[in-house]
T-cell receptor, first 114, second 115 residues
Framework: SQQGEEDPQALSIQEGENATMNCSYK?????LQWYRQNSGRGLVHLIL?????REKHSGRLRVTLDTSKKSSSLLITASRAADTASYFC??????????????FGQGTILTVHP | KAGVTQTPRYLIKTRGQQVTLSCSPI?????VSWYQQTPGQGLQFLFE???????NKGNFPGRFSGRQFSNSRSEMNVSTLELGDSALYLC??????????????FGPGTRLLVL
């Protein structure tokens, strides 16, 4: 079963616009990660934010984490057609026994129109 | 470094057969996790192997099994295939230490179709 939900399920924007995706989860976490998947291929790791961090940046990506609300958001600025993909949040639960087990959200399908 | 490799990339089987999928992790990575991805259930964790031992297991029936070899390569086996086992099977490797603790690097997946 999935950890939580992602919102929206699908997002369609024009090149140059910003895209924001949200993720909610249910349990205490060690960290939260975002992955991208193109057309049913393997997942590509984008960014990781630890439970004691509130915001992190990597290039055009900005991730925020609110552990009190058990939610995270991924912002992609100045989007490009090449950003078209499915985006998943994944959590690594707190506690040493959960290592290696990521729990994924349902994903957001992002379409960026040229 | 070479990425995670999975073989075969595509596979067609019939109900009742068994299948073995292979995963070679990134050099130096000793943890290998397996996931099943379907349109209905999304990405679900199958199991994780580290140092040739299963460390975590997801909620899948015993028909799903795996193992890891001394060179960290891993295989997963599905016996008595069912139509619902049709899915993209992804493996991921990771380090169990370091700043990006828990970051997983995924292979391209094996797409299994059960007829």
């Amino acid at each position: 079963s999935q950890q939580g939900e992602e919102d929206p399920q699908a997002l369609s924007i024009q090149e140059g616009e910003n895209a924001t995706m949200n993720c909610s989860y249910k349990t205490s976490i060690n960290n939260l990660q975002w992955y991208r998947q193109n057309s049913g291929r393997g997942l590509v790791h984008l960014i990781l934010i630890r439970s004691n961090e509130r915001e992190k940046h990597s290039g055009r990506l900005r991730v925020t984490l609110d552990t009190s609300k058990k939610s995270s958001s991924l912002l992609i600025t100045a989007s490009r057609a090449a950003d078209t993909a499915s985006y998943f949040c994944a959590t690594l639960n707190a506690g040493g026994t959960s290592y290696g087990k990521l729990t994924f959200g349902q994903g957001t399908i992002l379409t960026v129109h040229p | 470094k070479a990425g995670v490799t999975q073989t075969p990339r595509y596979l067609i089987k019939t109900r009742g057969q068994q299948v073995t999928l292979s995963c070679s992790p990134i050099s130096g990575h000793r943890s290998v996790s397996w996931y099943q991805q379907t349109p209905g259930q999304g990405l679900q964790f199958l199991f994780e192997y580290f140092s040739e031992t299963q460390r975590n297991k997801g909620n899948f029936p015993g028909r799903f099994s795996g193992r890891q070899f001394s060179n960290s390569r891993s295989e997963m086996n599905v016996s008595t295939l069912e139509l619902g086992d049709s899915a993209l099977y992804l493996c991921a490797s990771s380090l169990r230490t370091g700043g990006e603790f828990g970051t997983q690097y995924f292979g391209p997946g094996t797409r299994l179709l059960v007829l």
